[in-house]
């Protein structure tokens, strides 16, 4: 049996699921990536020029910053003067309106005067304009100084701040008057509100034309370079004027490749590189981590990971934020160590790292700082005890990877004032960010049932509600626990199985007992019930506290990976007094085994295997009748033996050395906890005058004198 290389096959359902997710792990990594035309050379404003003398192959304009040309058009647009019609069946159908409601009920509430100084007012209002509120406000935004108002083919250029809108109409009708001859109440009650409508209509046809008139007397180039001609030359700074040459170059020698082709080239070395990297990966599951392969949370966990940080990095590419530096890579082997183990840690973040790489400029400064955080973030977690823990994680990696980028800098730069400190920043912030691993989580194992050492060492605490009740209840069950506890944890340092996993569901393994703790025999005080009863009810009662101890699992919230414990610690292995006791007490009947058998099932962990022999062995040791090396070798040896040779144990990835080494440590603790001593030899007859005690010896030595 090896551990690593205990495989079964995968069933179609699992494989199809495996197929299923990794073809959309790479489909969405790849779908996002950007396809348009990669520079051949990898340059920054105000670094050194790494290539050989550049020479110019074709003649080519040296076009403008885009910040440049951005300025250029605002500074155009100040002449763009878009084109209203004006629409005067507006102005007639408000005003006849008007004097329609003045007659009926208007003139009740004002006087004739009125009439005539609001009708002037409206005549005013339409001939200047008043425009759409959407229209208006897109006026307001692109700060245009005047539009064209323009009616039967006559336009006249208006200043925009005399268009009215809905809101400044109303205003000029009610507030802009004469307020000694007119009330500014009573035009209020007149609802004027109601004679107000947009009479410009924006014509967007001519407005375009317009537009792209302006922007074609637009340059957008500022230069031009001519075939033959140097570019730059090897170490050489590239300043503003060679950026924006080298830029234009690169554009140019773009628009001269088959972009076609160009993008169905990048498209396909995409896909080859993901497929290729999500590949590898699942090799080092089905090598070393096949039972990963078998959980269908732990791939959803994993290939989240992968395709997450990669998306997070082509959105930081694609909208030119500040830094992918910024982005808390370091969170994957944090959370993959946490709840699996450093190799799987380091492999999936190298795969992670990698995917996100292809989105960068410079990918080996990339690819080594977070390889190098990554690393750090899994030694620092190697004993992960405390949630605090994670704080001081976080300073470590954000140490060392500020240490590596140094490293770098100083490498590539001849003078410590020349390093650009926004990339040290960076890496702070992502020290920061990387705080909240903790609330993430504690999410993840509430949404996923993934089980962290944390939480792991908090179920420990012996005086949480559980295990008091436990202590109380059934003390001789927790005395019982708490030695399994410890054999099995010391049984799972020797052996590189997690000994704080097995601590802890050693703990928890026969809280069932707590049910009918006077059943068993380790919290009896000379009063055994089991006498009144017949052999079957004894063992229902016997087997029912794994069922009972999942029970209470259920009622008390504990992880299923603990629930495991309980339900394994036994196996499908028989309750033998009673079964025994029964054969003998009745020879020629026949028996149903199954109702003195454990429901089960067998251990499928290195951990449960390990509980199931430790609690096997701490029982059976009480049952001695002398505490000596050969005893107890004896019971180890017999009980082991027996549970490989019924085959508990061929589900589990555990190996015979394993079991070996297991046994050397039952033995080991089980004569400390006995303090066993050596057997002295008797002494034969007729000899008695030859063994006197040294005591005595010196006692007659003593009287002759």
């Not at 009439?115 to 304009?129: C, D, M, Q, S, T």
């Not at 449960?608 to 001695?624: G, N, P, W, Y």
Request: aromatic fraction near 12%; charged fraction near 20%; include cysteine.
């Amino acid at each position: 049996m090896s551990r690593y290389n205990h495989k079964k096959e995968l069933s179609g359902k699992n494989l199809l699921y495996l197929v299923c997710m990794a073809l959309i792990a790479i489909t969405a990594v790849v779908y996002f990536q950007p396809r348009e035309e990669h520079s051949h050379y990898q340059f920054d404003l105000g670094r050194p020029w790494r290539y050989n003398q550049l020479i110019a192959t074709f003649d080519f304009p040296i076009y403008k910053s885009e910040a440049t040309i951005r300025r250029e058009r605002d500074s155009i647009m100040q002449f763009y003067e878009p084109y209203f019609e004006i629409n005067e069946e507006v102005e007639e159908t408000q005003i006849a309106r008007f004097r329609k409601d003045f007659r009926d009920k208007l003139h009740e509430i004002v006087p004739a005067y009125y009439a005539r100084h609001i009708e002037e007012k409206l005549h005013a209002v339409y001939r200047r304009g008043i425009a759409d509120n959407t229209d208006y406000n897109l006026l307001l935004k692109d700060t245009i100084p005047f539009v064209r108002i323009f009616a039967d083919n006559e336009a006249v250029v208006r200043p925009t701040a005399q268009v009215f809108s809905h809101k400044s109409a109303y205003k000029f009708l009610t507030e802009e008057t004469d307020t000694a001859r007119f009330n500014r109440f009573k035009l209020q009650q007149c609802n004027l509100n109601n004679y107000i409508s947009p009479n410009l209509i924006f014509d967007k046809q001519k407005s375009e034309t317009q537009q792209k008139d302006l922007f074609a007397s637009l340059s957008y180039a500022k230069g031009m370079v001519f075939s033959g001609q140097k570019i730059i030359d090897r170490g050489e700074i590239v300043d503003e004027t060679a950026y924006s040459i080298l830029l234009s170059y690169e554009r140019e020698r773009g628009k001269k490749t088959n972009m076609s082709t160009q993008n169905l080239t990048t498209l396909t070395g995409q896909c080859l590189y993901t497929a290729l990297i999500t590949l590898c990966l699942f090799l080092y599951f089905h090598l070393f981590r096949s039972d990963y392969l078998e959980n269908r949370r732990s791939i959803l966990m994993l290939l989240s990971m992968v395709v997450i940080f990669p998306l997070a990095t082509v959105f930081f590419v694609k909208h030119n934020l500040l830094s992918v530096y910024l982005i808390p890579y370091c969170m994957t082997p944090i959370f993959i160590r946490v709840f699996m183990d450093s190799r799987t840690a380091f492999i999936t973040h190298a795969a992670t790292v990698m995917l996100s790489a292809i989105s960068l400029k410079y990918p080996f400064e990339f690819v080594s700082t977070q390889l190098v955080a990554g690393l750090t973030a899994i030694y620092s977690l190697r004993e992960l005890s405390q949630r605090s823990q994670l704080l001081k994680s976080a300073l470590i990696v954000t140490l060392s990877a500020m240490l590596f980028y140094l490293s770098l800098d100083m490498i590539h730069e001849q003078s410590l004032s020349r390093i650009d400190i926004y990339p040290y920043i960076y890496i702070f912030i992502n020290g920061l960010l990387l705080l909240f691993a903790y609330p993430v989580m504690f999410l993840l194992e509430k949404l996923s049932g993934f089980t962290s050492n944390v939480t792991l060492v908090e179920l420990s605490n012996i005086n949480n509600e559980i295990m008091k009740k436990m202590s109380e209840v059934a003390p001789g069950t927790f005395q019982h626990s708490m030695q399994v506890a410890n054999l099995a944890a010391e049984v799972a340092n020797r052996i590189g199985a997690k000994s704080q996993l097995v601590r802890t569901g050693a703990l928890y393994h026969d809280i069932g007992k707590t049910a009918n703790p006077a059943f068993f025999t380790e919290n009896q005080s000379g009063v055994n019930p089991h006498t009144n009863l017949s052999f079957t009810d004894s063992a229902r009662i016997i087997i029912n506290h794994v069922k009972d101890g999942l029970a209470l699992a259920d009622r008390y919230n504990l992880p299923p990976i603990i629930k495991d414990f309980i339900s394994t610690h036994h196996g499908t292995g028989l309750t033998k007094y009673f079964y025994i006791s029964y054969k003998n007490q009745f020879p020629d009947k026949p028996i149903d085994k199954s109702l003195f058998t454990y429901p089960g099932p067998n251990p499928r962990t290195l951990e449960q295997a390990i509980l199931m022999m430790a609690d096997a062995v701490e029982a059976a040791s009480r049952s001695l009748k002398e505490y000596t090396e050969e005893s107890i070798s004896t019971l180890v040896d017999r009980i082991i033996d027996s549970q490989v040779q019924e085959g508990v144990f061929t589900k589990c990835p555990i190996t015979f050395l394993d079991i070996d080494t297991a046994k050397e440590v039952f033995k080991e603790k089980l004569k400390i906890i006995y303090h066993t001593r050596i057997s002295y030899p008797e002494l034969k007859k007729g000899n008695e005058t030859v063994a006197q005690p040294e005591s005595q010896n010196n006692q007659t030595g003593s009287t002759s004198k």
